[in-house]
């Protein structure tokens, strides 16, 4: 399915366009608990478990990495982890994971985006989760004059945040459909979205030094889209915790890093080397190197294929 759309800026330095995100590494005050919820309520399988760390997937790949910190807090008004977007293969995926979530009696938020289909929940430590589909047969969303406009298939005008048409989502299923079966092993990271504490230096960041293209900003809802090859974002940045929220102590909870994976080596190497011109300081670990953007969000540079 093509969701590739026109970027608002790019340039001969864009990332490579195969660039997509591959894992959310989150601290947590309770493993256990995280662990039995991501299986329960989302689908993930549980990959791996040592030493107060844990890796959960779907397929032969970690989507989320949990790492246990008994002692750390919750912290707000700062930047950090807004929400990360799990991406379903199709409708009918996302209806047995909505329909999941109904029948556990979660809350949760079906939301139509017209050429997405969403639910939006936090887990039980407060991280956000988006789960999605794409749905571009039913039109389009773009920003525009610092708005953001979405269009539906026939024309006419959405504010994108309809209510989501849930008896038509779950007409999908059949009465002989588990909902206590794993999520599919086509599901992975779809975006993350980011509280940032300055547009201006986020956008510097990813799309200059980075080279993700820039999709959109909509200035009236303090918010901007950066994506690889014309998606319609793989990472969101807001200013939704305040202009120049400061960043979180290290004992917080929540977000650790989010990965970008890059498809290979070379395309890693040409990233790498407009870092080093612009003389970011990275840390070499066992998963990737590690960087922090201007609002120190964790990013993690790997390639698929080394």
Not at 42 to 71: F, T
Not at 150 to 176: I, V, Y
Not at 178 to 205: K, Y
Request: proline letters at 7%; hydrophobic letters at 40%.
């Amino acid at each position: 399915m093509d969701t590739s759309r026109r970027p608002l800026a790019s340039d001969a330095s864009s990332i490579h366009p195969d660039t997509r995100i591959g894992h959310v590494s989150l601290a947590v005050a309770n493993l256990e608990n995280q662990i039995a919820f991501y299986q329960q309520a989302i689908g993930l399988r549980l990959r791996w478990r040592e030493n107060g760390q844990a890796g959960l997937g779907a397929g032969e790949a970690d989507l989320l990495r949990l790492v246990e910190k008994p002692v750390a807090s919750r912290y707000h008004r700062v930047t950090g982890l807004y929400h990360f977007a799990i991406l379903f293969p199709n409708r009918r995926e996302l209806a047995r994971a909505v329909a999941r979530l109904f029948a556990l009696g979660y809350p949760n938020y079906p939301t139509d985006h017209i050429m997405t289909k969403s639910t939006y929940l936090d887990d039980p430590e407060g991280n956000g989760i988006e789960l999605y589909a794409e749905s571009p047969e039913d039109g389009s969303w773009s920003m525009s004059h610092g708005q953001f406009i979405a269009r539906r298939a026939d024309g006419t005008l959405s504010d994108g945040r309809e209510p989501l048409d849930l008896p038509t989502l779950f007409s999908l299923l059949d009465q002989q459909d588990r909902l206590d079966v794993p999520a599919p092993p086509q599901t992975r990271l779809g975006h993350v979205h980011l509280h940032v504490h300055n547009l201006d230096e986020a956008l510097e960041f990813y799309h200059r030094l980075l080279g993700f293209d820039v999709m959109g900003v909509a200035s009236m809802y303090h918010m901007a889209f950066v994506s690889a090859g014309g998606y319609h974002h793989h990472i969101g940045l807001n200013t939704w915790q305040g202009e120049g929220a400061p960043p979180p102590p290290p004992d917080a909870l929540g977000l650790r890093h989010f990965s970008i994976e890059l498809p290979h080596r070379q395309a890693l190497d040409e990233t790498l080397a407009r870092l080093d011109a612009a003389r970011l300081p990275l840390q070499e670990t066992e998963h990737g190197l590690l960087l922090y953007d201007p609002s120190r969000n964790g990013v993690l540079l790997t390639a698929r294929e080394i």
